[in-house]
């Protein structure tokens, strides 16, 4: 056998020779810690957090980062510009002119003509607002009104 | 390794046995790597007892990474370094007239009966430079790999097998000479 040989098994087979009564004082401290790390586990303080749960295992780790990029992905890839539903408030705005519009016609033309003035004015403002126009001006609508 | 494994799985679920499974298959080894790195025996017996505490406290979250063995090894050799710069510390008060003079006395308590060859070994361990000691004994206590030990010892593996070569053969020649005296 090689010197360094000898000497390494000549330093691993030193005898101890331990005491069994205190012994089993020291194992009883640490079975105490052992105990109090037990009953502290239960605490909720002391519960595994969610976060680290996931990034501890690889598995769930990408699948987080999968979810995190669809997330992304679909955020930036929806359209910002072109609205799927045009704005209603406009449109609103301008079915309200064009009330107010035919109601001062309309009473132009009573005051005017009476019944018969205004039933035509009424028939000829129905004429005016189509469903497609939204831009009705003034002129048309009190054409008949005024005579013209 | 495997059986390491499966111990701290059970240890991490409340297992007493387990627990003292673990104490009882490292005891000793831990012992004589404290006693070597301490060259004193109730020292090393509080050291190695605070390691198990820690590691009981740390039940229900321990990970183990590489070797358990290893892994107290490790501490035992960070509590024994620390304790080693606090006892030269403690000195160089002592000499410059600062601190209080203790007693370097055995406790009543000690549970380590101590042999003839762990003295001799302890002592002849004395003479040699602490990081060859570390070497030393973390491998052949701690079953520790060169590697694992320069990491510990911050310094790269080459270094750390010349420094058990080294301390080898010293300590060698240092056992020798007092079996001929």
């Not at chain 1, 037990?38 to 980062?65: G, H, V, Y």
């Not at chain 1, 997330?71 to 309200?96: C, K, Y």
């Not at chain 2, 059986?3 to 009882?24: A, C, M, Q, T």
Request: charged share 25%.
């Amino acid at each position: 056998m090689r010197p360094t040989e000898d000497t390494e098994k000549r330093i691993k087979n030193i005898n101890i020779v331990i005491d069994s009564e205190s012994n089993k004082r020291v194992f009883s401290n640490i079975l105490q810690a052992f105990e109090k790390s037990k009953a502290k586990e239960s605490t909720p303080a002391d519960r595994p957090n969610i976060w680290r749960m996931i990034f501890r295992n690889p598995l769930t780790k990408l699948a987080a980062a999968v979810v995190i990029i669809v997330a992304v992905g679909l955020f930036l890839g929806r359209d910002w510009h072109t609205p799927s539903n045009p704005i209603a408030e406009p449109r609103l705005m301008a079915q309200s002119t064009v009330k107010k519009m035919s109601l001062m016609s309309l009473r132009m033309a009573y005051q005017r003509g009476g019944f018969d003035a205004l039933d035509r004015q009424f028939r000829d403002t129905l004429d005016v607002i189509r469903p497609q126009s939204l831009s009705i001006s003034m002129q048309e609508l009190l054409e008949g009104v005024n005579g013209s | 390794m495997l059986d390491d494994k499966l111990l701290v799985w059970k240890f991490n679920r409340g297992s007493i046995n387990s627990l003292s499974r673990i104490y009882e298959k490292y005891r000793d080894d831990l012992l004589r790597l404290a006693a070597a790195l301490l060259n004193d025996i109730g020292d090393a017996e509080d050291i190695v007892q605070d390691v198990f505490i820690g590691f009981a406290q740390s039940a229900g979250r321990f990970q183990l990474t590489g070797s358990l063995k290893g892994y107290l090894a490790t501490c035992v050799a960070n509590r024994a370094r620390n304790r080693n710069i606090a006892a030269h510390r403690r000195r160089t008060d002592r000499l410059n007239g600062n601190g209080p003079v203790t007693s370097n006395l055995e406790t009543p308590d000690q549970r380590l009966m101590d042999s003839e060859e762990l003295r001799q070994l302890s002592n002849a361990m004395a003479q040699l430079p602490y990081e060859q000691r570390e070497a030393i004994t973390l491998h052949l206590y701690g079953g520790m790999k060169f590697r694992e030990i320069g990491l510990l010892q911050k310094v790269s593996i080459k270094t750390t097998q010349s420094r058990y070569r080294c301390g080898l053969d010293r300590l060698r020649s240092i056992l020798n000479s007092e079996v001929q005296k």
